[in-house]
Every structure is written in structure tokens, then in C-alpha cells.
């Protein structure tokens, strides 16, 4: 199995040869961008943690941007659809996010597997499941990343992730840019609430700009009022189905 990094297709098992740490034991915390910071309890990613992002796959990525500027290593595993550029202009640095597109579905080197495994060598893994995934690999992925003190930001089919600690998911989202008829889309304010559990339990609502018309990522004003948006049905803890690979224990 072969994971891209800035352009350079290469064996999976070679990319931890690649890393180099540069977070000291005692950081737990790793930075997330300062439009980013009202929505965690800590104002940062907790090392151990596993976040959940439902409906968009750019919060999920400007997520880990901050970490990755600062020097953190990281990885996207089953998004087929992420291209580099698409990663770059979130601030990903691409020389230390491999991108790993399709891990496979099953067998000993499924999903799980490869997110199990990455957790063990980088600082924050991004995995799109792809599907449901059992309750018992999403439990040992969970554990993995308390163990490594890694984070685990899961996308897609985050909804139903029981295993996170904090959960976000975009409530309302507009495009701007687009006259009658005419023009392009330039940028896209988005409503993001956050709940979790323990310290991430009081919901959080922050508009932001993803991204903004002149690139990035930073607060917005709020979308016009035409009732109270309720958070996405999933974005606290539910049952999920068994359909999924097994993880080694």
C-alpha cells in the first residue's frame, strides 16, 4: 500500500521512517487556527482525543492546519476525493501529510488498520471511514490514540462515531459570489456547533468563513437569522452499525 507525499508515491511503512518529532511529551495541547479556538474546550486539539466531523471535509482539514505549520506530522487516510491542492490551500504542509486514498475495505490492511497504524507514528490522523464502522475498532482506535498521544479528526461518516470526545458539524452553510445568474463562487460562510462530551459538553456555535473570498480561514458574521438551526441529527453519541473491517487487537 503506497501513501502520496508532496507528490511521491511511497510504501506505507516508510512513511514513519520520514518522521521527525517535534512536539515535547509535555505539550498536550496542538494548535488549531485562531477562528478554530472557540469551538474546543481547550482552545486547541488534546493529544488523545478523537474529534468528529460531520458535513465537511474542509473543517476537518483546516482542523490540523495549524499543527501542520508548526511542524506536526500528520495523515489523510480514506479520502479519495483530497487532492494535494486542495490540502495546500487549507495549510496542510504537503512534506508531512502523506495522503492515503483508498486503504481497502477489509483483511489486514483495511481502514482501520491503517489509521490504527498511522496513529502509532504521527501526531494527528484525518480518516474518512468511508461507511459505518464497528463499535470495537472505533474503541481501539480510540485507544491507540490515547496511547500515542496522537488525535484521531474523523470525517465523513463522523456522525456516528461513538468514540469522540468533541464532535462538530457545519449547521448552515452559504456560498458567496454567485450574482443572478453570473459570477463564481468566491467564498462560503458556514454555522459550526460543537458539542462532545465532559468538558466539550456545552454546545458551541461559531460562524466562521471556509474559506474566505481572500483564502483561509477566520470568524464571520453570523448567517442571517431565519430560525435557530438545530444541530445535525449524529452530532451526539449513537448507536452504530457493525458494518466494517476488524482491527487487530
Not at 126 to 148: C, K
Not at 168 to 178: F, N
Not at 216 to 232: D, F, K
Request: glycine share 14%; net charge neutral.
Amino acid at each position: 500500500m503506497f501513501a502520496t507525499v508532496a507528490g511521491m508515491a511511497l510504501p506505507l511503512r516508510d512513511v514513519a521512517t520520514l518522521v521527525t518529532p517535534v512536539a515535547l511529551a509535555g505539550e498536550r495541547l496542538l494548535p488549531v487556527l485562531p477562528a478554530l479556538e472557540p469551538l474546543l474546550p481547550a482552545a486547541g486539539l488534546r493529544r488523545g482525543s478523537v474529534v468528529a466531523v460531520a458535513g465537511s471535509t474542509s473543517l476537518a482539514l483546516a482542523l490540523v492546519a495549524a499543527a501542520s505549520a508548526e511542524g506536526s506530522w500528520g495523515a489523510a487516510v480514506g479520502m479519495p476525493a483530497l487532492g494535494p491542492v486542495a490540502a495546500a490551500e487549507l495549510g496542510i504542509v504537503l512534506e508531512r501529510f502523506p495522503l492515503v486514498p483508498s486503504p481497502g475495505p477489509s483483511g489486514p490492511g483495511g481502514w482501520a488498520s491503517v489509521v490504527a497504524a498511522l496513529l502509532d507514528a504521527l501526531d494527528v490522523v484525518v480518516a474518512g471511514p468511508g461507511g459505518s464502522v464497528r463499535p470495537a475498532d472505533a474503541r481501539r482506535l480510540a485507544a491507540r490514540a490515547r496511547e500515542r498521544g496522537a488525535v484521531l479528526v474523523v470525517a465523513g461518516g463522523a456522525a456516528t462515531w461513538p468514540e469522540a470526545d468533541v464532535r462538530l458539524a457545519v449547521a448552515r452553510s452559504e456560498w458567496v459570489g454567485l450574482g443572478e445568474g453570473c459570477g463564481r463562487l468566491r467564498g462560503r460562510r458556514v454555522e459550526v456547533v460543537a458539542g462532545g462530551r465532559g468538558s466539550a459538553a456545552r454546545e458551541r456555535r461559531v460562524a466562521l468563513w471556509l474559506p474566505h473570498p481572500d483564502g483561509g480561514v477566520v470568524p464571520a458574521e453570523p448567517l442571517p437569522n431565519r430560525g435557530r438551526s438545530q444541530p445535525p441529527e449524529g452530532l451526539f453519541p449513537s448507536p452504530v452499525g457493525e458494518v466494517g473491517e476488524g482491527l487487530p487487537a
